[in-house]
């Protein structure tokens, strides 16, 4: 049989996502070689289906999530070759939890059978392609073909039908009652929100602290909600925090807010030494304290947008990102494409993503922040003053003017961006020869 002679690539191994026991029963069936070759092709379709469907991603373990029945599905496809077996696409655990999980955060159907749809598209390409590579005849393709097209009928079919009875649980589940609130109130219409209030055992008519808590990629396994569902209670009561409203948006992505009547919440959380889940690195984008129904709504969208900023610039710049000191960068950085132009235009070579266009550039922020003072620069950089006046001297060799003639916000605007965002908005095509002492 052909499918047994499948190989992955040599320069290409992934990291197998799906359960063990589902990769234990296809090695048993399959061999060694087809299960490797079904991990690859399985991260390109869910890569393909990613890019096509993004609403399927925006968080970590969602997107995990789908890789993972990817692949599960991927091996049961080349099972359902080997013993010609329609049942071998029988949902397993992983799709089966994808499915659950596209409920709960409002994923309709026919997006996840379109994602069907193109993991179906995806298999079938590479597999024929696998046929014509090993000079198998159109028979072997025209079965191939055959056989998947019933498989992901009847695949499909399943998935709805555990969808819809998914549903409807879901639809009578209180978390179902409250995130749908939360999206009525954040929408912006006219609400009751006393009545509201009262539903959510939460209210609106209070101070808010909004936040958003994420887990970047590596840490997003399964399992993470569970476990930042616990520290994140114990961290409410290292918070002082009364009330506690969240949603929900994936698994490993919360938007919360809590009631701070008098300021307490917010400043324990700008004094917190470390996240609300050090183990698996949980970071938080805080939006800062509002009142009111409009409260609720822009501390919500402020830390929406701190959690961009921190996602963009990655996890070595710490786990809290605060909107108060990220501001202006959030703002600039709304069309990144844009701040990315900008921060090269006015910063010209300056704008390099290497070390020493990197110490020139925090020097200048400096020397702009003391009034273009030397001895002040020279004390704030730990360094001699015959070094900050010549590198001064190197960055107005190489802005082409001297510092007095450029103008200062653009320049401070765009050093400062630089300095947040780091190669997100850098030039990385520089030449090292330029740089040379």
């Not at 969240?246 to 919360?254: E, F, K």
């Not at 947008?305 to 809290?320: C, H, Y």
């Not at 190489?398 to 780091?422: K, N, P, Q, T, W």
Request: glycine letters at 8%; one cysteine or more.
């Amino acid at each position: 049989m052909w499918v047994l002679a499948l190989r992955a690539p040599a320069d290409e191994t992934p990291e197998p996502l799906s359960d063990s026991p589902t990769r234990r029963l296809a090695a048993s069936e399959l061999g060694a070689g087809p299960v490797e070759w079904a991990v690859v092709i399985a991260r390109s379709a869910a890569d393909y289906i990613l890019e096509i469907l993004p609403v399927f991603g925006g968080d970590a373990a969602a997107e995990q999530l789908i890789r993972r029945a990817v692949e599960s599905t991927t091996l049961a496809t080349l099972r359902a070759l080997v013993g010609h077996d329609l049942d071998a696409l029988w949902p397993g655990a992983e799709p089966a939890d994808a499915t659950d999980s596209y409920v709960r955060r409002g994923i309709p159907m026919d997006a996840v059978l379109r994602g069907i749809h193109l993991c179906q598209e995806r298999l079938i390409h590479q597999l024929l392609h696998e046929i014509d590579r090993m000079g198998r005849p159109v028979a072997d393709a025209q079965a191939a073909s055959e056989l998947l097209f019933r498989c992901f009928d009847q695949f499909a079919a399943n998935i709805a039908a555990r969808y819809s009875l998914e549903a409807e649980r879901w639809s009578r589940s209180t978390a179902a009652l409250r995130s749908e609130l939360v999206v009525t109130v954040l929408a912006g219409g006219s609400i009751d929100a006393a009545q509201i209030s009262a539903a959510l055992d939460y209210d609106l008519d209070g101070p808010h602290v909004g936040s958003v808590v994420w887990l970047d990629a590596p840490f997003a396994q399964l399992g993470a909600q569970d476990e930042l569902t616990v520290a994140l209670e114990r961290w409410d009561r290292r918070l002082g925090a009364k009330a506690v409203l969240r949603r929900w948006t994936g698994p490993s992505t919360v938007h919360q807010w809590h009631h701070d009547p008098d300021g307490v919440v917010l400043g324990n959380v700008r004094r917190c030494a470390e996240s609300p889940l050090p183990s698996r690195r949980a970071r938080l984008g805080l939006g800062g304290r509002s009142d009111g129904v409009a409260g609720f709504r822009d501390t919500h969208a402020r830390a929406l947008r701190a959690a961009e900023i921190g996602r963009l610039v990655g996890s070595e710049r710490g786990w809290l990102v605060d909107y108060e000191t990220v501001e202006l960068v959030a703002l600039v950085a709304a069309d990144l494409d844009r701040a990315r132009a900008y921060v090269q235009r006015i910063l010209g070579p300056l704008a390099e993503d290497n070390p020493r266009a990197g110490e020139l550039r925090e020097t200048l922020q400096v020397y702009l922040e003391v009034q273009r003072s030397v001895a002040q620069a020279a004390r704030r950089l730990h360094a001699h003053r015959n070094t900050v006046v010549y590198r001064i001297k190197k960055i107005e060799a190489l802005l082409g003017h001297a510092i007095g003639e450029l103008a200062s916000l653009d320049l401070r605007v765009a050093l400062h961006v630089a300095g947040a965002l780091g190669g997100v908005v850098l030039d990385h095509g520089a030449e090292e020869g330029m740089w040379t002492p």
